[in-house]
């Protein structure tokens, strides 16, 4: 998706309306606080591959405390705990 590399302060990011359909490729980010992927085409939040999914994925995000996944596709959490967040 982006070089995550240039992007290692990022603290805020708002991809809503955006027909993304998954998490994968959002990279490691470790100073991201705010995710907002509202209003796309999101299914589940894990990947089948669980490394996959902490290098590329949402578990990369350490540093995440909020995180918009309102008005998605949802049908599966794979036992992933949302109650970190806000």
């Known amino acids: 998706m982006f070089n995550e590399k240039l992007f290692m302060n990022l603290k805020h990011l708002k991809l809503s309306n955006n027909f993304i ?8 980010l470790p100073r991201l606080v705010k995710l907002d992927v509202s209003y796309n085409k999101i299914d589940r939040i894990l990947l089948e591959n669980q490394e996959e999914c902490y290098s590329k994925g949402i578990l990369g995000l ?10 998605n596709l949802l049908v599966d ?3 992933f705990q949302l109650t970190r967040f806000k």
């Open 21 to 28: 359909n998954s998490l994968r490729g959002f990279g490691y």
């Open 62 to 71: 350490v540093g995440l405390e909020d995180l918009n996944l309102s008005h």
């Open 77 to 79: 959490t794979n036992g």
